[in-house]
């Protein structure tokens, strides 16, 4: 069990965090001012700190000064509603885990708290985890055998894949199960951060190096060392620090920003884009030494429309955790809600997916969810859905009619083979050319499959 404590004035900040991370493995004290919290750490220490900057008496900044002076080892997250340069500067400079602008998506809160517990574990507390990847698909499979290949070696790799499919996942992945997993594991987001602080985030930076660099700050690159650094969205990187981190991974050392010192790291690179960087490449917007340099081994992870089958599963594991998180009963799927959600494209991918799970889960009537009770787009959806089928039902009937005019007598003798290749073809697309599983598709023994198949080519 973790002690996660929040300091915030904002009561509604503090009930929305407090229901969001609550759970079996978390337990969570909330505090309305720094004062409070400060006097409860004579009597006890949290595992991880919450704290807003703007409260009435101690100012945020002050309490992450004190904490860090006092309780050096208890990680505390910044929240602050002044989204400036001048804001993260403050509270990177001042030694806080990590600085979450509000307003603030829930989710994303929820994994920087799991990532600063992990990585405040002692070595000894760490060990190799289940992959948290869910995915029976053969597209994903291909991802598995992938992070089974990779992961016992220091070896560069760039996840590719579109926003949400889950590419932080597998470099988590590929880090816990390697021989750095009780080294940290480190995740910037490029485009997250302001170009003007993307070089001090990734190098750190020397006290008086530029305005507001009030004392040294040690960088991503540093808190990585032994470990895994994860750079997300590679491609939004400008040019100038690309040129900076090609230099890193030729000579394994570095200059802070306004050092003369270089610094020595053994760092393991692992890098994710959701755009093409050949494109990029061509464009002169990416340093194409620098692509070949992280584009040793790819890991493709494909978007979930691609892979429908793995719908079922996630729903229900997101479900589960949602319901655990608000302390209820998880929700069921009628089997008609069930479908409209498989047969959704979900552009936003598994996070869509979650978050669609998650508003279910606040938002629905009663545990039993119907089709009526899913969000509007999805219903919207299922809705053009039923037209499109319409519309194929009547060029179907249309084509009926030519096949008659053309042959009135033994219609179905005419139009059976050209179905049963249609659904062969599309079965053995689906399952990468493996006929066993094709034939579960399909609903034909493996023996009737084949004879099909062969009855096409002869």
């Known amino acids: 069990m973790h002690n996660i404590w929040i300091a915030d004035d904002d009561e509604a900040i503090r009930m929305v965090l407090e229901e969001g991370l609550k759970s079996s493995e978390l337990a969570i004290t909330t505090f309305a001012n720094g004062e409070s919290l400060i006097e409860a750490l004579n009597e006890d220490q949290p595992d991880l700190i919450i ?53 603030f998506d829930l989710s994303e809160a929820l994994q920087i708290v799991n990532r600063a517990l992990e990585e405040n574990k002692s070595p000894a507390q760490k060990k190799i985890s289940k992959s948290e990847i869910i995915g ?33 996942l597998v470099s988590k992945s590929l880090h816990k199960n390697s021989p750095r997993f009780d080294m940290p594991f480190i995740a910037l987001n490029m485009a997250d951060i ?32 032994g470990g895994t650094l994860f750079l997300d969205e590679i491609g939004d990187m400008p040019l100038e620090t690309q040129t900076r981190l090609l230099r890193v991974l030729s000579n394994k050392e570095f200059f802070r920003v306004g050092g003369d010192k270089p610094i020595k790291v053994d760092v393991r690179i692992l890098a994710a884009t959701h755009q093409s960087l050949e494109s990029l490449v061509a464009a002169g917007t990416f340093r194409e030494d620098l692509y070949y340099r992280l584009n040793v081994i790819r890991v493709e992870v494909p978007p979930l ?45 598994v996070r869509q997916l979650e978050n669609t799970c998650y508003w279910i889960a606040l938002m629905a009537p009663t545990d039993n969810v119907k089709l009526e009770d899913l969000p509007k787009e999805i219903l919207e959806e299922k809705l053009l859905s039923q037209n499109n089928h319409s519309n ?16 009135p007598e033994n219609m179905l003798g005419l139009i059976e083979p050209t179905l049963d290749k249609l659904m062969i073809d599309f079965a053995l697309e689906k399952t990468n050319g493996k006929k066993q599983d094709a034939a579960k598709v399909l609903g034909l023994g493996r023996n009737t499959l084949t004879k099909k198949i062969q009855s096409q080519k002869d």
């Open 136 to 168: 029976s698909a053969p597209s994903m499979q291909v991802v598995f055998r992938s992070i089974g290949k990779l992961a016992n070696t220091n070896a560069t790799v760039l996840i590719q894949g579109e926003s949400g499919t889950g590419k932080e």
């Open 305 to 349: 429309r691609e892979r429908k089958e793995d719908i079922k599963d996630l729903t229900s594991a997101f479900l589960k955790s949602h319901a655990d998180s608000l302390m209820e009963t998880p929700r069921s799927l009628s089997q008609e809600a069930l479908m409209a959600l498989t047969q959704y494209d979900w552009p936003g991918n």
């Open 392 to 407: 194929w039902e009547t060029g179907f009937s249309q084509w009926l009619g030519e096949v008659y005019q053309s042959s």
């Open 194 to 225: 302001p170009k003007e602080l993307i070089e001090s985030e990734l190098f750190g930076h020397e006290k008086g190096a530029f305005t507001g660099a009030v004392e040294q700050r040690i960088g991503r690159f540093e808190q990585a060392n």
């Open 51 to 103: 704290s807003d900057i703007k409260m009435p008496g101690i100012h945020g900044y002050d309490l992450l000064k004190h904490i860090k002076n006092n309780h050096e080892k208890i990680p505390v997250i910044i929240m602050t509603a002044f989204t400036d340069m001048q804001a993260a500067i403050d509270a990177y400079g001042g030694g806080a885990f990590e600085y979450i602008p509000k307003p």
